[in-house]
């Protein structure tokens, strides 16, 4: 499976004995497929065949086909009936005594009324034919174009994936001098609180005593400030969202069992994102230093930079 955007457009002519059927399809990001026909009312029989193919073919997206036909036969090719015509003249002449600057009808609108202009053999299963050719030609097109700026989201979001595994990466580093820093300053702080409270009182307590209040202390701390099942998980994230984006199957980590319950590419991307800023925010809110809240802060940044183009995938 591709990667593609639902943002793109795609045109095609077909022609056939009886005429040329035109179609130009666009479609934009939605959350569901949400599709609209604009078309002459001669050719609304072939909405539900371009429906269907529409459907088989597209799972997301606001899409709007415009579709339009030319005969080739002569719409002249039959005479004008001349009692209608002279009826449409009596007519026209009673009107003009109440209004004078009543135009004169235009040919096409008096081979119209008349019935002239109605195509021998305007078979809808022929002009459906041509619609649904026509149809699946634009798609092509549109799919296409879907799939360019499909890889080029795709490769914008790997990239960012990239700078959230170096993030990562730093946090897992830093951690353990982080909390060596921590355990230096505890043990400056309880001496310096012993010396306030009691001078000289420091002497009394034996290096054991102050090691194992230092050491209780530190593994307390640890234990708020442990980061790395939040750190564990993104990393999993990680390795799922450049799965999804290599490969274009939304399958549920792990499972390796049909599709995710979204069905889709996109739907499947918005669920890895939710979870991935989720750890984010419990990371800032157990950060111990300064560098773990700028590592959470850009970590959001990233993830929200990868929704926004997420938003566009079908």
């Known amino acids: 499976m591709t990667i593609r955007s639902m943002t793109a457009f795609g045109n095609a002519r077909t022609e056939g004995p009886d005429g040329l059927a035109s179609l ?4 934009v990001n939605s959350r569901y497929l949400d599709v609209t026909f604009r078309m002459p009312d001669d050719l609304r029989f072939a909405e539900g065949a371009l429906r269907e193919r529409l459907s088989q073919q597209l799972t997301r997206g606001k899409v709007e086909v415009r579709l339009s036909y030319t005969r080739t036969r002569s719409e002249t090719a039959k005479a004008l009936d001349t009692s209608y015509l002279q009826t449409v003249a009596e007519q026209l002449a009673q009107a003009r005594a109440v209004l004078p600057e009543t135009p004169s009808p235009a040919l096409a609108e008096l081979i119209k009324g008349s019935g002239a202009g109605d195509a021998e053999g305007f078979d809808p299963e022929v002009w459906t ?18 799939e360019r700026e499909g890889a080029r989201l795709a490769q914008m979001m790997l990239d960012c994936a990239a700078s959230i595994n170096d993030i990562v990466a730093e946090v897992e580093t830093a951690l353990p001098q982080m909390l060596s820093d921590h355990k230096s300053k505890l043990a400056a702080r309880l001496r310096e609180a012993l010396e306030a ?13 102050l090691s194992a209040r230092i050491a209780q202390e530190t593994s307390l701390f640890s234990l708020r400030v442990d980061v790395a099942e939040e750190l564990s998980r993104l990393k999993s994230h990680l390795h799922e969202l450049s799965h999804v984006l290599t490969t274009g199957e939304a399958k549920a980590a792990g499972t390796g069992k049909g599709k995710s319950p979204g069905g889709s590419v996109g739907k499947r991307l ?7 800023n989720r750890e984010a925010n419990t990371l800032g809110s157990k950060a111990a ?14 993830i929200e930079q990868m929704r926004e183009q997420a938003q566009n995938i079908e």
């Open 24 to 27: 130009e399809v666009r479609s």
């Open 129 to 146: 034919q041509l619609s649904v050719q026509a149809l699946e030609a634009a798609l092509a097109d549109m799919q296409a174009n879907r």
């Open 197 to 209: 409270a009691n001078p000289g009182g420091f002497a009394q307590i034996s290096g054991a005593e």
């Open 270 to 276: 918005d669920f890895l994102f939710q979870e991935m």
């Open 289 to 302: 230093g300064i560098e773990v809240t700028r590592a959470a802060i850009d970590l959001k940044l990233l």
